[in-house]
């Protein structure tokens, strides 16, 4: 299993890089945390390289350094990392590997590799490189206001995406796991059963019903993955919901809910014109959310 988390400013960060090594270390997953940076042009970038010489504060043509290093810290004070050497963060530890893109390799406690990752660019293009290029299985992002890129990253990136909106700490959170017969439902509650197992979290399983064709259907798809939960010893409910899917998902969905469900197999350019309803359903909820592909 590959996970990025996509990090932005340190002020916001905190709560995505949290949940995000939570749900990293239940997979015991390769993880990437990428903060990008915009792209200076050539010219300046020449200037201040000079000037770092000089200097030695590379922090001013990259940028992104700091908040790499403050990430690196958090890592640290939450003993996500296994130090040998380093103790203190070095802008020496980063390392060129093409235009757009350093990194710094760390070894984790729970993984073999945590890579520390510093691109350049406009931010979907360059998350999306990253998904492409080092076949990531899960990107997590923070909620912000920015509704459009979330979309716009739910929608194009070849990964399930979490969207982080409103975590804390200090609430103990339950899963709730929408269910219904498309691959992605299968790939989310292949998700939740292994999240719920690493953190002791209960599971919250709901089908809703819209037309009496799929009745039977979605009903015994709830039967089975309530009894794939309980065999597994997690503490689960079952329920029936009848109306629209949104509206109801949303309504169930507390504050203190972490929605995992799968993305719909509508055509991608039907979805971006059309919409799709894990889209709404992440746009909606004032929770986090992740969309299984």
């Known amino acids: ?36 940076g915009k792209k200076i042009s050539q010219f300046s970038e020449k200037d201040v390289s000079i000037v770092h010489q000089n200097l030695d504060e590379r922090q001013l043509y990259r940028p ?36 757009s893109r350093m990194r710094v390799l760390l070894k984790g406690k729970h993984s073999n590799k945590i890579n520390l990752i510093l691109r350049t660019g406009e931010i979907i293009e360059q998350l999306r490189s990253e998904v492409q290029d ?6 997590i992002i923070g909620g912000g206001n920015n509704k459009g ?5 739910v929608q194009f990136i070849d990964s399930s995406v979490l969207v982080v909106k409103n975590y804390s700490v200090k609430k103990q959170y339950k899963i709730l796991l929408p269910v219904n017969n498309s691959k992605g439902s299968n790939k989310a509650i292949a998700i939740a059963e292994q999240f719920a197992k690493a953190n002791k979290l209960a599971v919250e399983i709901v089908t809703v019903l819209e037309n009496k064709s799929s009745d ?27 109306g629209n899917v949104v509206k109801k998902i949303v309504e169930n969905a507390g ?6 469900l799968g993305v719909s197999p509508k055509n991608p350019i039907m979805k971006y014109f059309f919409g799709s ?13 992740l969309v299984a592909k």
Not at 7 to 23: C, F, H, N, W
Not at 75 to 95: A, C, G, M, P, R
Request: glycine letters at 4%; hydrophobic letters at 35%; charged letters at 30%.
């Open 149 to 153: 890129m979330h979309h716009d990253l």
């Open 216 to 242: 039977d259907k979605l009903k015994k798809i709830l039967e089975r993955t309530e009894e794939k939960f309980s065999n597994a010893g997690i503490k689960n409910t079952a329920t029936v919901l009848e």
């Open 134 to 139: 080092n076949d990531h299985d899960i990107t």
């Open 255 to 260: 504050d203190d809910s972490i929605i995992m």
């Open 277 to 289: 309803k894990p889209i709404s359903i992440a746009a909606e909820c004032n929770c986090p959310v």
């Open 64 to 99: 992104g350094v700091r908040t790499l290093e403050w990430a690196y810290n958090f890592l640290k004070s939450k003993e996500y990392i296994q130090e040998e050497k380093v103790t203190t963060f070095n802008d020496y530890l980063l390392i060129d590997e093409e235009q």
């Open 1 to 36: 299993m590959n996970i990025l988390i996509a990090i932005g400013g340190r002020k916001y960060s905190k709560p995505t890089l949290d949940l995000g090594m939570k749900v990293s270390n239940s997979f015991e997953a390769s993880t990437t945390i990428a903060y990008v």
